[in-house]
């Protein structure tokens, strides 16, 4: 099992299981009463998130998250790597462990294959995992000398430049000193884990999830020669876009954001939270790579 120095004492085990899916999937629906049913079945207690619940009519306890995820010993996320992602901002503030099945195509963050999950859940059930404790960004907007915006990001913060078909200057610093000013499409801030997701698309190298460091990648640079900095994960980075804004916007993995404004500044750190992921033991980052990444156009939401 995979623990770091900041690791909190054991959860008791209550055996008992949350779930939630992305009802976005045409058959997240019907999966999901399919787990319930089998967990039920083996006298493990189920909560549904209320969407869910709502969703199926379904009567089991309604785990409200995060301020419920104490009563359940892990929570089972039907859908896609946006789902995980998801998932793992929402339950950052307690760590409650996650284990990932993929309804969707790629499947990158996921752990189980849909039709492998009824084999490989008893194991799960048992304790017989791995824990894969992955690093978050802490992520503020400063405006008027004020915080306007803060977010948890499991991949990447991202400023991406408006609709017009003109580059951006956006200026980065790293530990107090400059990094750059890059003129292009935006810049991308990410963890170890998002260095294979947008990090990836825009020419960035692939980091090991165990590693300590974030990826500064700038996106379409109108330079020849701006490339990826890999910086300290314990360094502070801060980014602004240097002249009019024109519409940029600041995303936490690509799926919450916010206008940006003339002198606005983000502020990006090493989160305290971290996001907890079952693996099956044995499971390894290299396969994963070998697996998936030659299938990534056929990626999805997720």
């Not at 195509?105 to 992955?134: A, K, N, Q």
Request: one cysteine or more.
């Amino acid at each position: 099992m995979k623990v770091g120095s900041a690791d909190r004492p054991p959860r008791p085990l209550r055996q008992a299981v949350g779930i939630l899916a992305n009802l976005d999937k045409a058959d997240a629906g019907e999966v999901a009463r399919r787990v319930a049913a089998w967990l039920e079945e083996r006298g493990v207690k189920v909560m549904l998130t209320p969407e869910l619940a709502k969703a199926i009519d379904r009567p089991d306890p309604v785990l409200h998250l995060p301020e419920q995820a104490d009563l359940v010993d892990f929570l089972i996320v039907l859908g896609g790597d946006g789902s995980l992602l998801g998932a793992a901002r929402r339950v950052a503030p307690s760590e409650l462990p996650l284990l990932g099945v993929n309804l969707g195509r790629l499947g990158f963050l996921t752990e189980v294959e849909l039709p492998d999950l009824f084999e490989v859940l008893p194991c799960f059930l048992r304790g017989e995992y791995v824990v894969d404790r992955r690093a978050m960004l802490a992520v503020e907007l400063l405006r008027a000398g004020g915080y306007a915006w803060r977010r948890l990001a499991l991949n990447e913060a991202t400023l991406s430049k408006g609709p017009f078909a003109r580059p951006v200057d956006i200026q980065v610093r790293a530990g107090g000193q400059l990094v750059a000013t890059y003129a292009g499409d935006g810049v991308i801030v990410a963890t170890p884990t998002g260095s294979t997701a947008y990090a990836l698309s825009a020419g960035g190298p692939i980091l090991h999830p165990e590693m300590q460091a974030l990826l500064i990648t700038p996106i379409c640079p109108h330079t020849l020669y701006a490339r990826t900095v890999v910086v300290p994960a314990d360094e502070r980075i801060r980014v602004r876009v240097a002249g009019e804004p024109c519409g940029t916007v600041l995303t936490v993995d690509g799926q919450e954001g916010i206008s940006l404004e003339v002198e606005d500044e983000v502020v990006i750190n090493l989160a305290a939270e971290r996001t907890t992921l079952l693996r099956r033991p044995g499971w390894s980052f290299y396969r994963v790579l070998g697996a998936k990444l030659p299938e990534g156009g056929l990626r999805d939401g997720g």
